[in-house]
C-alpha cells in the first residue's frame, strides 16, 4: 500500500499552541520580528554535557579510515572477511548498475526490486525460517520487530544486556516491559507468571559486550509454558553459530517454530548492510502492514542487496567460514588469559577483555593502535554493568602471524604490564 494510505499509523495529533512563527499576520503587516535576546543560548546545555563527558573520560570522536589501512582490524565486525571479498564487492557493483545508486522509494511504493525478493527468499532458506523481510539496518529491523508485534496490552520480558536497538524498540512499543536479569530463564519465567494477554521475550543471541550466548532452549521452553512469542536478535550469531553458520536459532533448533521471530544484520559477517527479520509468513506479513521503521523507510541500496546476497552464497559454498572464526575466538581468549588478563570466554566471534577503567580502557586502545592494531573500546554508557573493556573480534580470515601479532600487542600495552 502507499506510504499515505496508512493513517493509523501516522503519530498523534497533538494540539497547537500559536505562537509568532504560526500566527498570520494581518493584511500589509510584517512577519519580521525583531531578534531574541540571548539568541543561541537555546543550546548552552550542550557545552555543558561536553565537559561532563570529558570529565568522565566518555568523550567519542570519529576517526574516518582510508580506503587501505596498514593497521590489522580486530574492531570491526566483518568476521567472515567477506566486506572485500572480490566476489562480494562484484555483486554490490552489479547491482548497482543493473538496479541503480538507491531503491528510489519506500519498499511499499518503488523500493522494493527482484533483487531484494531473491535475497528475503534464500536468507529465509538458509537460516532455516519460513520468511524474510529485509529493511535498511538492523535496527530497523529490530524496531520493526519489535513494535509491531506488541501493542499496550502485551508483556515485554526483556534481558538486561540487550542492544540498544531492542532496548529503545521495548520503548517505543509503549508495552509494559519487564527486564529480568542477564540469561536468566527462570527470571523469565517468573516474570510471566500471572500476565493472561500476549508476551514477547527478547532476547540477543550474542551479547555484543561479553560476546556470550542466551540460552535459547532454556527461553524457548518457559516461553511456550506461557504462551508467550520468542524475539531473538541474531545479529551476531548469523554466519557464525549453527550448521554452516546458520544461526543461533538453527542451532538451538529453534529455527522454522511458529512462536519464535529472529532478526539478523547483514552488515557483520555478509560484510554488507542492511537487516532483516525472519519468521512465520503470517508474521512478515504483519509487519510489511504495521511496522514503521518498514512502511516509512526508504528500501536497502540495491548495492547493499546484492552484496549480502553474493556473501550469503559464499558462505553457503564455504561453511567452513563459520566453523574458522570459531577457533580463531577460542584461540584469541585462550591466550590473552594464559598471559594473566581477564577475558570472557567467547560463545561466537566477539572476545571481550575487561580493563580497570574508562580511561585506562580509552589509553589500552590508543596505544594499541599506536603499535598497529585496531581494537573495540567499550565503556559506560554503552555497557549496562559499568565495566570498561577491549572488545575484540575474531575474523575467519585472520592468519595466524597476525593472531600472534594481536595477542602480543595486546598483552604487551595492557595496564599494570
Excluded at 312 to 327: I, Y
Amino acid at each position: 500500500m502507499p506510504q499515505d494510505s496508512a493513517p493509523s499509523l501516522l503519530h498523534d495529533s497533538l494540539p497547537v499552541t500559536p505562537d509568532e512563527s504560526s500566527v498570520v499576520p494581518p493584511s500589509g503587516e510584517s512577519r519580521t520580528a525583531a531578534p531574541r535576546q540571548g539568541f543561541g543560548a537555546a543550546f548552552d546545555w550542550v557545552d555543558a554535557a561536553r565537559d561532563e563527558r570529558r570529565r568522565a573520560g566518555l568523550v567519542r570522536t570519529l576517526r574516518p579510515r582510508p580506503a587501505d589501512s596498514p593497521l590489522l582490524d580486530l574492531a570491526s565486525n566483518d568476521y567472515l572477511g567477506l566486506a572485500r571479498h572480490p566476489e562480494v564487492t562484484h555483486g554490490a557493483a552489479e547491482a548497482a548498475h543493473r538496479w541503480g545508486a538507491g531503491a528510489t522509494g519506500s519498499r511499499l511504493v518503488t523500493g522494493s526490486t527482484e533483487l531484494h525478493a531473491r535475497l528475503e527468499e534464500e536468507l529465509a532458506a538458509f537460516c532455516g525460517f519460513e520468511a524474510a523481510l529485509v529493511l535498511s539496518s538492523g535496527y530497523a529491523a529490530n524496531l520493526a520487530a519489535v513494535t509491531a508485534l506488541t501493542d499496550r496490552a502485551t508483556l515485554i520480558v526483556s534481558d538486561s544486556g540487550n542492544h540498544a536497538s531492542l532496548i529503545d524498540g521495548c520503548r517505543l512499543s509503549r508495552a509494559r516491559t519487564a527486564v529480568v536479569p542477564h540469561a536468566d530463564p527462570e527470571a523469565v519465567r517468573t516474570a510471566l507468571t500471572g500476565h493472561d494477554g500476549r508476551a514477547l521475550a527478547v532476547t540477543d543471541s550474542v551479547f555484543s559486550v561479553d560476546g556470550d550466548a542466551a540460552p535459547l532452549p532454556a527461553l524457548a521452553e518457559v516461553c511456550r509454558a506461557r504462551g508467550a512469542a520468542l524475539l531473538v536478535d541474531d545479529a551476531h550469531g548469523l554466519g557464525v553459530l549453527g550448521d554452516g553458520g546458520r544461526g543461533a536459532p538453527a542451532a538451538a533448533g529453534l529455527a522454522g517454530d511458529g512462536d519464535v521471530v529472529a532478526t539478523v544484520t547483514l552488515s557483520k559477517s555478509l560484510g554488507s548492510q542492511g537487516g532483516a527479520v525472519l519468521g512465520p509468513a503470517r508474521v512478515i506479513e504483519h509487519l510489511v502492514n504495521t511496522a514503521r521503521s518498514f512502511i516509512f523507510d526508504t528500501g536497502l541500496a540495491p548495492a547493499a542487496a546484492g552484496g549480502a546476497l553474493a556473501a550469503l552464497r559464499l558462505l553457503r559454498g564455504e561453511p567452513q567460514r563459520a566453523a574458522r572464526v570459531g577457533q580463531v575466538a577460542g584461540e584469541l581468549h585462550d591466550r590473552l588469559t594464559a598471559a594473566g588478563l581477564a577475558a570472557v570466554r567467547p560463545d561466537a566471534a566477539v572476545v571481550s577483555v575487561r580493563a580497570p577503567s574508562p580511561e585506562q580502557a580509552v589509553r589500552w586502545a590508543s596505544d594499541c593502535r599506536e603499535a598497529g592494531l585496531v581494537v573495540g573500546c567499550f565503556r559506560p554508557p554503552s555497557v549496562p554493568d559499568g565495566i570498561s573493556r577491549l572488545r575484540l573480534t575474531a575474523r575467519a580470515d585472520l592468519t595466524d602471524e597476525q593472531i600472534d601479532m594481536a595477542v602480543g600487542t595486546v598483552v604487551r600495552t595492557a595496564p599494570g604490564f
